[in-house]
Nanobody
Framework: QVRVVESGGGLVQPGGSLRLSCTVSGGVFRLYDMGWYRQIPGGNQREVVAALSDDGYTNYLDFVKGRFTISGDLTKNTVYLQMNNLKPEDTDIYYC?????????????WGQGTQVTVSS
């Protein structure tokens, strides 16, 4: 059974930092993309905050550019999100997302989410 486990969320004051971690286990597949999403306020959709592909390409939501950094090793099924200079608007549930393949079969997995709260 595939497990996507996130950690590192919590409560932090504005201007503070957090580091989120995500690890995938239990599957036989090749990861080609891992990233962090958050819930769009007022709806059920999620938007990408930061993503890392297996060729090293990174992608960021404009609002977090210069403050958040995604890193990791997809061969070790792990990705991190360093969140600096946090703002109250960053408050949300952050979900780890995985794109993988088993042969030619595309696979997609989500973590349960970790709460990030930025408040004084």
């Amino acid at each position: 059974q595939v497990r996507v486990v996130e950690s590192g969320g919590g409560l932090v004051q504005p201007g503070g930092s957090l580091r989120l971690s995500c690890t995938v286990s239990g599957g036989v597949f090749r990861l080609y993309d891992m990233g962090w999403y958050r819930q769009i306020p007022g709806g059920n959709q999620r938007e990408v905050v930061a993503a890392l592909s297996d060729d090293g390409y990174t992608n960021y939501l404009d609002f977090v550019k210069g403050r958040f950094t995604i890193s990791g090793d997809l061969t070790k099924n792990t990705v991190y999100l360093q969140m600096n200079n946090l703002k109250p608007e960053d408050t949300d549930i952050y979900y780890c997302h995985v794109n993988a393949r088993r042969g030619t079969i595309p696979l997609e997995y989500w973590g349960q989410g970790t709460q990030v709260t930025v408040s004084s």
